[in-house]
């Protein structure tokens, strides 16, 4: 079975030191491959360069990203040692892959969700973005992700002010999947929340993503979320590599 995502070796610098150096992630349907590390190690840096974003210089030192649902290119070749300039033509010849075949679930809910749209109006955008257009009305769809999420059908009509914090970070997956991504990213997720809803809101995350059939790559630092929940960590040291391994063994 090919992986949905494959980075190898990926390698970027920054201004003196090497960021990242020799990462390998792979992402497969229905299973949770966990990246974890200390603050500084470039775990949101990795998951940036999974979706073709390079925002630093003077940037890609190597590596190759593949996503084989959609072809066999590898979107990084021609960006190695570009600068500025390579990065901005990775970032728009991967641009129609966010937001369809990659969706990206950010630390907060407030950063993921638009104040001034109802969650409706934001999922109705979100699929608009799917790589295969939806057939039909999105009025069904929508509720149906909603329940998924265990959020009611007025949750729709509701500004994300209106819902409650633990109702935002539901209300957000379900935006996240309404695109039907095949790659789900999400970035440290249990950030700001106490123990139990951390808990129910990853289990949710993790539950969604599989009903679905979508990889996930999960960003942590909570190491008895990643023992729970993940098939594959991998490991991150700061300035370092990281290679897949079996949950419960050093990366």
Request: charge should be neutral; charged fraction near 20%.
């Given at each position: 079975m090919?992986a ?5 070796d ?7 030191r090497?960021?990242?150096d020799g990462?390998?992630i792979d992402?497969f349907?229905?299973?949770?491959t966990a990246?974890?590390g ?6 949101s840096?990795t998951a940036?360069?999974?979706?073709g ?5 003077p ?6 990203l593949h996503?084989?649902?959609v072809?066999?290119q590898?979107?990084l070749a021609?960006?190695h040692k570009?600068?500025?300039?390579a990065?901005?033509r990775?970032l728009?010849q991967?641009?129609?892959?966010r937001?369809s075949y990659l969706?990206?679930s950010p ?12 969650i409706g109006?934001?999922?109705e955008?979100a699929?608009?973005r799917?790589?295969?257009p939806l057939k ?7 509720v149906?992700l ?19 914090g633990?109702?935002?970070?539901r209300?957000a997956?379900?935006?996240?999947m309404?695109c039907?991504p095949?790659?789900?990213?999400a970035d ?5 929340l106490?123990p139990?809803?951390?808990?129910q ?10 009903a679905h059939?979508c ?5 942590s630092?909570h190491?008895?979320?990643?023992d729970?929940i ?22």
């Amino acid at each position: 079975m090919s992986a949905l995502l494959e980075m190898k070796d990926l390698a970027i610098r920054g201004e003196g030191r090497m960021l990242v150096d020799g990462v390998f992630i792979d992402v497969f349907a229905g299973k949770v491959t966990a990246l974890c590390g200390p603050s500084g190690a470039g775990k949101s840096l990795t998951a940036r360069a999974c979706m073709g974003v390079l925002d630093v210089l003077p940037g890609l030192e190597r590596g190759s990203l593949h996503y084989h649902a959609v072809g066999a290119q590898d979107w990084l070749a021609g960006a190695h040692k570009g600068g500025a300039g390579a990065h901005a033509r990775l970032l728009r010849q991967t641009e129609h892959l966010r937001g369809s075949y990659l969706a990206y679930s950010p630390q907060a809910a407030s950063s993921a969700l638009n104040p001034g749209r109802t969650i409706g109006r934001q999922m109705e955008l979100a699929i608009l973005r799917r790589l295969e257009p939806l057939k039909g009305h999105p009025g069904p769809v929508i509720v149906n992700l909603l329940e998924e999420v265990g959020l009611p059908p007025y949750a729709a009509s509701a500004l994300p002010g209106e819902l409650s914090g633990g109702m935002c970070q539901r209300a957000a997956l379900a935006v996240a999947m309404a695109c039907d991504p095949k790659v789900l990213i999400a970035d440290e997720p249990e950030t700001g929340l106490d123990p139990v809803l951390r808990r129910q809101i990853v289990e949710l995350l993790v539950s969604v993503g599989k009903a679905h059939s979508c990889g996930i790559l999960l960003i942590s630092h909570h190491e008895d979320t990643v023992d729970r929940i993940a098939d594959t960590v991998v490991r991150l040291t700061p300035g370092g590599g990281g290679r897949p391994a079996p949950v419960g063994r050093a990366a």
